[in-house]
């Protein structure tokens, strides 16, 4: 999978307008209706945030059964973004392994829902 090229230089002020946070995964569910092969994750970003959903097209790697319990990182400050029939409120994240199938990313220690990235 070739390399994308770096993104221009921006200032601390403007990533940190970008607000990542880790949350845990409570529910994990099939997607049947996404054009993708995708999953519904419920997370639980803990207060001030509450829980939230997700749409992630992270079927390759992972099943639904290994996700409930796991702690991702998520952008919570995007606008909520409809896909077919699911509004999806946060962005999970992850990066392409060799093929582009999506390894999410989160703490490798457990820290409290809500943290904040820095």
């Known amino acids: 999978m070739p390399q994308e090229k ?11 307008e970008v607000d990542i946070r880790v949350g845990t995964i409570v529910a ?3 997607f049947p209706e996404a054009r993708k092969p995708a999953y519904k994750l419920t997370i639980d970003f803990g207060d001030p945030i509450g829980v939230k959903r997700s749409s ?19 952008v919570v400050n995007f606008a909520p973004r ?3 029939p699911f509004t999806s409120e946060v962005l999970v994240l992850g990066f392409p392994d060799g ?15 809500g943290s904040r990235l820095y």
């Not at 992630?56 to 998520?74: C, N, S």
């Open 6 to 16: 770096v993104a221009p230089r921006v200032d601390v002020e403007r990533f940190f």
């Open 28 to 30: 994990a569910d099939p």
């Open 56 to 74: 992630a097209q992270i079927t390759v790697h992972y099943t639904l059964d290994t996700l409930v319990g796991r702690q991702v990182a998520a």
């Open 82 to 84: 409809r896909i077919g």
């Open 99 to 113: 093929e582009g199938a999506v390894v999410l990313i989160g703490p490798d220690l457990e820290v409290p829902n």
